[in-house]
T-cell receptor, first 114, second 110 residues
């Protein structure tokens, strides 16, 4: 079975631009979460979606938004990019939206903002 | 106080030794705990999950949880050079929101 797939793998954007990152969960998984990981830090929670509804939001500005589609894939959108948005963006899926369901991460999208 | 704390390391052990990685957390209501391994430039890979006090073993890995002390640990027996990576402790604080530590870098020398 394919794992969590993310696209693109790398992206270079300019300050002020907009970016859309995409994620397909493991087949059968209904929950998708997004995390941001800057160099030298652990991943930081951005959003969680389950059955197409937002179930959790981390401490990120409104420039960050996301959605989940009927096939459970997801998009993360970031507007008005700042240099500080440069990071590895990780998508994770789990079978259920329950607390004990382990998260499985994709390979990530490395975003560089210049 | 950080929500999840880990020693950043590096923790250096010789091949074949036991590596002991530790993590403390602040949210007493946390119910599920995870260890992820992350190689440089790669994404985190789940290696252990633990939900109850005590030990949980999986191959060379043993996770230990003490909720009263708010402490989670990971033991790696017979450490191999391929175990060299950053180990992230993660605590579920609700609705699958994982709070990660900054990770402990493990170096296993041949």
């Amino acid at each position: 079975d394919a794992g969590v797939t993310q696209s693109p793998t790398h992206l270079i954007k300019t300050r002020g631009q907009h970016v859309t990152l995409r994620c397909s969960p493991i087949s059968g998984h209904k929950s998708v979460s997004w995390y941001q990981q800057v160099l030298g830090q652990g991943p930081q929670f951005i959003f969680q979606y389950y059955e197409k509804e937002e179930r959790g939001r981390g401490n990120f500005p409104d420039r960050f938004s996301a959605r989940q589609f009927p096939n459970y894939s997801s998009e993360l959108n970031v507007n008005a990019l700042l240099l500080g948005d440069s990071a590895l963006y990780l998508c994770a899926s789990s079978q259920w939206g329950q607390n004990n369901s382990p998260l499985h991460f994709g390979n990530g999208t490395r975003l560089t903002v210049t | 106080q950080k929500e999840v704390e880990q020693n950043s390391g590096p923790l250096s052990v010789p091949e074949g030794a036991i590596a002991s990685l530790n993590c403390t957390y602040s949210d007493r209501g946390s119910q599920s705990f995870f260890w992820y391994r992350q190689y440089s430039g790669k994404s985190p890979e789940l290696i252990m999950s633990i939900y109850s006090n005590g030990d949980k073993e999986d191959g060379r890995f043993t996770a230990q949880l003490n909720k009263a002390s708010q402490y989670v640990s990971l033991l790696i027996r017979d450490s191999q050079p391929s175990d060299s990576a950053t180990y992230l402790c993660a605590v579920n604080t609700g609705f699958q929101k994982l709070v990660f530590g900054t990770g402990t870098r493990l170096l296993v020398s041949p």
